[in-house]
C-alpha cells in the first residue's frame, strides 16, 4: 500500500486498536477512538462507563511510552482486506491549550462527544512511522 493511500485510510477510519506494553512486559490492546492532525494522534478519556480514569493504557504509556495503533477492514471478499498501522510514542498532554485542541478536533469528528466532551486526560501520539498492507 503506497504511503498516502495508508494516511488517507487511517485518517478516516472511525475506531483503531492500541497497543500498550506493561512494565512487567504484559501486551494490553483496546479499541478507541482518535483524531489526527499532521503526525499526532489524539485521543481522550470520555465519560462511558468505567472503574477509573487512570485507565490500563495510561499506566502502560507513563511506564512504556512506545505504541501501536491498527485500524483495518475485513470483507469475505479478502481481496479487499486492507490494515494500517501507526508506531510512535504517546504522552499524556499536560497543556491546557493542546488539550482543549485535542478535544474539540474529537468533538468536530464524534457526534457523541457533542453531547458529552471528554473530561480527559487527553493522550498525544507522535506517529513515527506508518505503515499498511492491502489485498488489492
Known sequence: MESLEAEQRFALAKVAHLATVSEAGTP???PFVFAVEGDTLYF???AKPK??????RLKNIAV???VSVL????EDDWSQLWWVRADGTARVVTDNAE????????VNRYV???????AGPVVAIHIERL???SGS
Do not use: S
Not at 485500524?71 to 475485513?74: E, I, K
Open 64 to 66: 512504556n511510552p512506545k
Open 112 to 118: 457523541q462527544y457533542r453531547a458529552t466532551r471528554p
Open 44 to 46: 481522550a478519556v470520555d
Open 51 to 56: 472503574k477509573t480514569a487512570y485507565l490500563k
Open 99 to 106: 488539550a482543549r485542541h485535542a478535544t474539540d478536533l474529537l
Open 131 to 133: 505503515t499498511g498492507w
Open 71 to 74: 485500524v483495518d477492514h475485513y
Open 28 to 30: 494490553h490492546i483496546v
